[in-house]
């Protein structure tokens, strides 16, 4: 099981954000996205200076490549379905739907948010 200083769950603006810091200070930083982010659907993504107007897809593709210049910062396309706390050695362990498992000292939780709508048919308006 590989170990990592910090887990990030979401590869929005604020996880990519965090794991650029976290990377540059030299921490080993797993990034877990499953593409299910809010905002994939829309056409341009505003309000993140030097990218207003981008596509999501387009915005998170940059991110990526630029991380990928930082060694101690990898990405990964999973969904988390299990995060349990290991008090005998103060690490978190990270259990994804593809059998992957992970230990780490911290974890970012940077999802966004989902709507829960009261009409199942809603989205398809």
Same mark, same amino acid.
Do not use: W
């Given at each position: 099981?590989?170990?990592?200083?910090?887990?990030?769950?979401g590869a929005?603006?604020?996880g990519?954000?965090?794991?650029?810091?976290?990377?540059?200070a030299?921490?080993k930083?797993?990034?877990?996205?499953?593409?299910?982010n809010?905002n994939?659907? =829309?056409? @341009?993504?505003?309000?993140?200076?030097?990218?207003?107007?981008?596509?999501?897809q387009?915005f +998170?593709d940059?991110?990526?490549?630029?991380?990928a210049?930082?060694?101690?910062?990898?990405?990964?396309? @999973?969904?988390?379905? @299990?995060?349990? +706390?290991?008090?005998?050695?103060?690490?978190?362990l990270?259990?994804?739907?593809?059998? +992957?498992?992970?230990?780490? @000292?911290?974890?970012?939780?940077? =999802?966004?948010?989902?709507e829960?709508?009261?009409l199942s048919?809603i989205?398809?308006?």
């Open positions: 099981m590989e170990k990592f200083d910090c887990i990030v769950i929005g603006p604020a990519f954000s965090a794991a650029l810091t976290l990377g540059r030299r921490r930083v797993a990034i877990i996205d499953n593409g299910t809010r994939r659907v =829309t056409q @341009e993504s505003h309000g993140f200076l030097t990218r207003d107007g981008i596509k999501p387009e +998170k940059i991110a990526i490549k630029e991380l210049s930082y060694p101690s910062v990898s990405f990964a396309k @999973e969904t988390v379905i @299990e995060v349990n +706390k290991d008090d005998q050695r103060n690490l978190f990270v259990n994804t739907s593809n059998n +992957k498992s992970y230990s780490t @000292e911290k974890i970012l939780l940077a =999802t966004g948010v989902q829960e709508f009261p048919q989205r398809q308006y």
